[in-house]
């Protein structure tokens, strides 16, 4: 257990002088390695015997390579975490629209199918093609029911969403993306303005289909009353939703953790160096 035991600080302090990990997530690594140590040591000192000792090395060695392997997660995690809340802050504009975002994003993913990871991708895509951050999260919703609580097809209405935002309209690669995943929003116009689709697809190829339709279209589909209205949440309520989530969460816990972390710990040094320069 001993060399585990060094192993592993070995590799926390690597990761802590590579500045891949903060001093809280380390200390709070090394602090659960130690107690890990303490408690195999101690498991090895009861046991009497040949065969209990022997038993009480194996199961040192396996709790030794969870260790490990939670530790190299846990680190992937908070780095990854670190770096979403991170470029949540530059792309939205202020700490404060990053630590809003952060907690509507780990409120969608836990009432959806979808996994954090894609919510934050997603998100980070959205701001990237210029949607304005006070949108991300309508819009999250709107693109979970859609899909049907679908990674993949989550993913694509996603890029396509985002490409068509940053067009100003609607062409017909993205509206190709959108019919693949599953919408087709020419639909949901024609339905409401009364046109047909030969003439929408002729306002199309005009480029007269402007982004601000096809949001409308993506809204009506998923308001009340909408097809798609309440369509994620719903099949979070089935058996396979409940493991998903349930997988996600158990997965995003220590990611979560992080990321309040970094938030709060971010926060808390901006407003002391602001009224230092005040």
């Known amino acids: 257990p001993t060399e585990k035991y060094e192993f592993a600080v070995s590799r926390l302090d690597s990761a802590l002088a590579k500045k891949t990990i903060t001093d809280g997530t380390y200390n709070r690594l090394l602090a659960e390695q130690k107690r890990q140590l303490d408690a195999n040591t101690a498991s090895i000192g009861a046991n009497a015997g040949g065969m209990d000792v022997l038993a009480g090395k ?6 030794a390579y969870v260790g490990m392997q939670t530790i190299t997660k846990s680190i992937r995690l908070a780095v990854d975490a ?3 809340a991170a470029q949540f802050e530059v792309m ?10 952060v907690g509507q994003i780990r409120e969608f993913a836990n009432a959806s199918p979808i996994t954090l990871k894609g919510a934050n991708d997603a998100a980070k895509m959205m701001l990237a093609f210029n949607i304005q951050v006070q949108d991300v999260e309508r819009n999250l919703k709107m693109l979970g029911d859609i ?7 989550f993913d ?7 490409q068509m935002s940053a067009a100003g309209r609607l062409m017909g690669q993205d509206l190709l993306q959108m ?4 919408f087709n929003p020419l639909q949901e116009i024609s339905g409401k303005t009364g046109e047909s689709m030969v003439e929408l697809k002729a306002r199309m190829e005009a480029g007269a289909i402007s982004a601000k339709e096809v949001t409308d279209a993506f809204i009506s589909a998923t308001s009340e009353g909408g097809r798609f209205n309440g369509l994620s949440e719903r099949l979070a309520e089935t058996m396979g939703g409940k493991m998903t989530i349930a997988a996600a969460q158990l997965d995003g ?4 953790r992080e990321v309040a972390e970094y938030v709060s710990n971010n926060a808390d040094g901006r407003n002391e160096q602001r009224h230092e320069c005040d």
């Open 58 to 63: 194996v199961k040192s060695l396996l709790a």
């Open 82 to 84: 670190e770096q979403a």
């Open 92 to 101: 939205s504009g202020s700490l404060n629209n990053s630590k809003v975002l």
């Open 147 to 153: 899909s049907g609580g679908n990674q993949q097809r």
């Open 156 to 162: 694509s209405l996603a890029l396509a969403f985002s």
């Open 179 to 182: 019919v693949n995943a599953g």
């Open 253 to 256: 816990i220590g990611e979560g």
